[in-house]
């Protein structure tokens, strides 16, 4: 779900009115879940940074109104996410609390994964109009769905194989069609343009990554850590490429080479490249023994998302919510 800010008039009339009648606007009930409430302050915590996006960003003629639509869509957020944390607080529930060393573990290994310290983050998140402690209830929030989706919905999911047999031949196209390669990638910039020393700089740090690669180190932890291209953060991982798309330097190495194996340093005009191929498609029909893991992950995704729902729904008709915004 997204959501965005509340409107100017709004923020203005609060600094207007004064000290004491700002705190009632503030303290204004605009939810009541089971006896549990949502303020208008806490409302608008939560919206401040996506408010600041359609601020920023959003050139459209109905701008209040994508601010109303989306504030409301963040307050049925936050009345679900007040419904799951409730569900778990139940004694027969039987899903542990989500300890704060938990959450903060989750952090560390983001902020490894891109390469920022905490600091910088943290200043990130102020330019953004948020902070630690909203991150860290977000995320809380995520963990603690997650656990109950493996409890009350995914532990009940089954998969059979007539379902994936049939769900095969409906979508046959997907698994044909022009060859193409799903590849990870490693980039280090160094334009035609710049001097020696910084080509022959960015050379030598391919070989010595590639080197690092065929010792054993993860390829995508790699791309994490050093690449400067696309899908950095994910592993460099830029998902399947078909022929005809790529430099002819590029597709070259990458069709060429087999699921696995990792690409000598490849020299572009913009700098250098690792490639990695991790699947193939294309150029025939891959057999069912080939894809049934891949169709069975893609089944359960999608029962898992409607039993959810289902499972929400329930939860919401069984509970009191009272909205008052």
Do not use: C
């Not at 359609?54 to 109104?65: L, T």
């Not at 995520?142 to 919905?153: D, K, T």
């Not at 950095?232 to 798309?245: L, N, P, Q, S, Y």
């Not at 572009?268 to 057999?287: I, N, Q, S, W, Y």
Request: hydrophobic share 40%; charged share 30%; aromatic share 6%.
């Amino acid at each position: 779900m997204k959501a965005y800010r509340t409107g100017f008039a709004v923020i203005l009339a609060i600094f207007l009115i004064g000290a004491q009648a700002a705190a009632e606007v503030a303290d204004k009930i605009v939810a009541v879940v089971n006896g549990e409430i949502i303020t208008l302050s806490e409302l608008h915590r939560a919206f401040a940074p996506y408010a600041a996006h359609i601020e920023a960003n959003y050139k459209g003629p109905d701008k209040e109104g994508l601010l109303e639509q989306n504030r409301t869509a963040l307050l049925q957020r936050l009345i679900d996410q007040m419904l799951i944390e409730q569900e778990a607080k139940k004694s027969e529930a039987g899903v542990a609390a989500i300890r704060d060393e938990e959450v903060m573990t989750v952090i560390r290994d983001m902020l490894a994964k891109n390469q920022l310290t905490m600091q910088t983050y943290l200043k990130k998140l102020a330019e953004e109009g948020n902070t630690l402690e909203s991150v860290k209830q977000e995320i809380r929030g995520q963990m603690l769905r997650m656990r109950l989706l493996r409890r009350e919905v995914q532990s009940r999911i089954l998969v059979t194989d007539e379902e994936i047999g049939e769900y095969y031949d409906r979508h046959r196209q997907d698994y044909e069609g022009r060859e193409a390669v799903r590849i990870r990638q490693i980039f280090l910039p160094a334009p035609e343009g710049a001097d020696h020393a910084a080509r022959d700089g960015a050379r030598a740090e391919a070989n010595q990554l590639r080197e690092r690669i065929l010792k054993g180190e993860r390829f995508e932890v790699m791309a994490a850590r050093y690449s400067r291209g696309p899908a950095a953060a994910e592993g460099g991982d830029i998902g399947f490429v078909e022929r005809g798309v790529m430099m002819p330097e590029v597709e070259k190495a990458a069709f060429s080479l087999s699921l696995g194996e990792v690409s000598e340093a490849i020299e572009t005009e913009a700098g250098f490249l690792l490639l990695v191929v991790v699947d193939k498609k294309g150029a025939g029909l891959k057999p069912l023994s080939v894809v049934r893991d891949e169709i069975k992950a893609k089944i359960e995704d999608e029962k898992v998302s409607k039993k959810y729902d289902e499972w929400m729904d329930g939860i919401r008709k069984k509970s009191f919510i009272d909205i008052r915004l």
